[in-house]
Antibody, heavy 124, light 110 residues
């Protein structure tokens, strides 16, 4: 079964750091682009970051650029999101999702499946 | 404020056909393909339509998507009670160099 499982969320103070992980099973992660999307309580989906299958491209939303870093370890079948200098507005459920294949550019991609999400709460 | 504009709510009675719109601009919908996701409360989003009008395996043909210029639409025919969910459109934005999502439309089956 193709599955994504996020972990690493929790409660952190403003200015703190967290590292989210997304473990893939049932498929070879290295064959796919990946994405992180978050959803604040009661709010819409918000794209956070994307990475190509070989890490050839990495993109970030303006709201997290310079603070978050996306990475992947295809040998470990895992995706990561290092989050530094966390702010109250980063509080959300963070989802990882699999792209449609080894696309060299993000245009034309789509995302399926999605993990169940991991909750990040930034509060003093 | 979302880059892609969706109506916040939509409704219909069982058996009806409803349409959800997604309005963008030349740098996003006008230049790239549109995907639709469905999200039940407290759960992860699920792909419903990709590349404007394609259905993943397992998605019934009651769901259809279309795109014209800088707008896209999701149509649901033969509305069922378990179609109640939040529906999001999404596409790549060339100007922002990022993925953009609509604000979401909450569908209620009356």
């Amino acid at each position: 079964e193709v599955q994504l499982v996020e972990s690493g969320g929790g409660l952190v103070k403003p200015g703190g750091s967290l590292r989210l992980s997304c473990a893939a099973s049932g498929f070879t992660l290295g064959g796919y682009s990946m994405i992180w999307v978050r959803q604040a309580p009661g709010k819409r989906l918000e794209w956070v970051s994307s990475i190509s299958s070989t890490s050839g491209y990495k993109y970030y939303a303006a709201s997290v650029r310079g603070r978050f870093t996306i990475s992947r370890d295809n040998a470990e079948n895992s995706l990561y999101l290092q989050m530094n200098s966390l702010r109250d507005e980063d509080t959300a459920v963070y989802f990882c999702a699999r792209g449609s294949g080894p696309r060299p550019v993000p245009t034309g991609d789509w995302f399926d499946p999605w993990g169940q999400g991991t909750r990040v709460t930034v509060s003093s | 404020q979302s880059v892609l504009t969706q109506p916040p709510s939509a409704s219909g009675t069982p058996g009806q056909r409803v349409t959800i719109s997604c309005s963008g601009s030349g740098s996003n919908i006008g230049s790239n393909t549109v995907n639709w996701y469905r999200q039940l409360p407290g759960t992860a989003p699920k792909l419903l339509i990709y590349t404007n009008s394609q259905r993943p395996s397992g998605v019934p043909d009651r769901f259809s998507g279309s795109k014209s210029a800088t707008s896209a639409s999701l149509a649901i025919s033969g509305l069922q009670s378990d179609d109640e969910a939040d529906y999001y459109c999404a596409t790549w934005d060339d100007s922002l160099s990022g993925w953009v999502f609509g604000g979401g439309t909450k569908l209620t089956v009356l």
